[in-house]
């Protein structure tokens, strides 16, 4: 377990950078706005899910699954957007509903959730090498 203050605080912290520039990935108007607006937050909506699994399940075996898992469960996230029931459609019709689980589904968000999820586990390794430098030098 990689259970210690230090590596605590690098995922929060790292939780208090990604949240807000998801969030902010929707309101962006500027040069790009469409890739940003529809793209930009499936990468950080994946490296969100990573830190926090791994928040939860801190080990160097999850830090290598957790990618893994995220990415086929927000793969059927996406897929369960072609199926419109009353109870999802209620649910997507919030505002964590949306965030959650989307209103509409896209094949090119496929590659974009693949590419958050090697970006949130090459994020994962860099947390815990840099938990491993430290304990190294003490």
């Known amino acids: 377990m990689l259970r210690d203050a230090n590596y605590i605080k690098r995922i929060i912290l790292s939780l208090l950078i990604i ?7 929707k309101r962006y108007t500027g040069f790009g706005r469409s890739w940003v607006n529809d793209f930009s937050g499936d990468i950080l909506y994946e490296i969100f899910w990573c ?19 995220v990415f086929g469960i927000t793969c ?21 509903g949306k965030l959650l689980l989307g209103t509409t589904f896209s094949g090119w968000d496929f590659p974009h959730y693949l590419l958050g999820c090697i970006i949130g586990w ?14 190294t030098i003490r």
């Open 19 to 25: 949240v807000p520039l998801g969030l902010l990935s």
């Open 51 to 69: 830190l926090f699994v791994f928040l939860l399940i801190p080990s160097r075996k999850a830090m290598n699954q957790i990618p893994i898992w």
């Open 76 to 96: 059927t996230i996406e897929f369960l957007q072609l199926w419109h029931q009353p109870v999802l459609d209620s649910i997507r019709s919030t505002f964590l």
């Open 122 to 135: 090459l994020w994962l390794r860099q947390i815990v090498r840099v938990d491993k430098a430290k304990t």
